[in-house]
């Protein structure tokens, strides 16, 4: 059986993720968890060096150079030799049909055209504080938030600035946004959730919602309802007209992963690894099951579809990657969990999923991205980040 973390350790362990992860000063260089995304059959990833890598997804070949961002202003360096001051990068990519986005945790925003060349005419973005969430594409327009407790819209192609932006709120904004119909919602440590309108950078009138914590989780939005989870140990559901509360559920610790949707059925976790799902009933809702992972969790959860069966991958910090059946009709006698891999070192970053379904990819903190076959767990490939090296094929 795994460990769970008492209350007092638990404490512990969220002050070093706090205070040491995310600073990224702890000596052994910048300590990021972006996590991989896969495009047009490319994998981008922002590595714990400050490195942004392409690879050949099914292979884990790279064909491409890689290029480093300097810590504290020091620019980018292009096919450079690795070296020490890469930046640290918690945001993951945002990438279009022929640009990538990414920012660091000295408050820069980049972009690179899809082959790593620069964007923006070299040019970065520059904010007054850390950017810890991800950018968001849409309609043209780049969307993120900032410690400098600021939320930022740009123009995707220009670097420039969207007029009305950017929008001020009262704490640091570690939430990515989410971008419907024009309206961006976005979470900060204020306690609030905002809705802003893209087109004005000005709230949307009558919407307003507070927590009890902080909300750094990126909100869902399904219709008319907006999924929200908080540092006050609740997941939410909110008129997505007014952000008036329909329902929340109360978790055994803090909501900081992204949850998930599916149909009517929300998959969420809790920091101390309580994985729950709960279908949304209109004004309320029903509890379908909860599964101790015995880890705690902060990366977003996944979903991928093999043939007939929904899966449901989940990264941990004991380094266990677990996929579990979303089936609602589960026999007794058949386990959730349909397989798991331990892995060398936790994983705080973001899981990327193949575009056809077949792949994960598990970028763990001892700087190895991880390549498995999504039915089976069964390894594909491993690249080394720190070694710029293929492991195994």
């Not at 638990?10 to 052994?28: E, K, P, S, Y």
């Not at 109360?250 to 149909?263: D, E, L, V, Y």
Request: one cysteine or more.
């Amino acid at each position: 059986m795994k460990f769970r973390l008492r209350p007092a350790l638990f404490i512990v362990v969220l002050v070093a993720l706090l205070g040491l992860t995310l600073v990224g000063c702890t000596g052994a260089g910048p300590q990021g968890w972006s996590g991989p995304v896969v495009s047009q059959g490319v994998l981008y990833l922002g590595s714990t060096e400050g490195k942004i890598i392409a690879l050949d997804a099914k292979t884990g070949n790279r064909d491409l150079p890689w290029v480093e961002i300097k810590a504290e202003g020091g620019g980018v360096s292009f096919s450079c030799a690795s070296g020490p001051g890469g930046a640290a990068l918690y945001s993951t990519p945002a990438v279009s049909p022929d640009m990538l986005y990414i920012g660091d945790y000295d408050g820069n925003m980049y972009a690179f055209t899809l082959k790593l060349g620069a964007g923006w005419g070299g040019i970065r973005f520059e904010t007054k504080g850390a950017i810890v969430g991800s950018p968001v594409l849409a309609d043209g327009y780049l969307y993120f938030g900032s410690s400098d407790k600021k939320v930022y819209a740009l123009n995707a192609s220009t670097g420039q600035p969207r007029t009305g932006w950017p929008f001020k709120t009262k704490g640091k904004v570690w939430s990515t946004p989410a971008v419907v119909d024009g309206v961006v919602y976005v979470g900060s440590l204020d306690h609030h959730l905002y809705a802003i309108k893209a087109d004005t950078g000005k709230e949307v009138p009558g919407f307003y919602f507070e927590a009890d914590g902080a909300i750094i989780t990126t909100p869902i939005i399904q219709g008319d309802t907006i999924y929200i989870g908080a540092n006050d140990r609740y997941l939410y559901a909110l008129n997505r007209a007014d952000g008036s509360v329909k329902w929340k559920f109360k978790g055994g610790r803090w909501f900081w992963a992204q949850p998930i949707i599916s149909g009517n059925t929300i998959y969420a976790v809790s920091l101390n690894g309580t994985l729950y799902a709960i279908k949304d009933k209109g004004d309320t809702y029903e509890p379908l099951w909860q599964y101790d992972l015995d880890a705690s969790v902060n990366a977003p959860l996944s979903l991928a579809k093999v043939g007939e069966e929904e899966l449901l991958l989940v990264g941990a910090h004991d380094g266990y990657l677990n996929v579990l059946t979303t089936d609602e009709a589960l026999p007794q006698d058949q386990q959730r969990l349909k397989w798991s891999n331990k892995f060398k070192s936790p994983i705080y970053a973001s899981l990327g999923i193949s575009e056809d379904n077949t792949y994960v990819y598990v970028y763990t903190r001892n700087h190895e991205l991880h390549a498995l076959e999504i039915a089976t767990g069964a390894p594909k490939w491993t690249f080394d980040t720190d070694e710029m090296a293929l492991m195994f094929k």
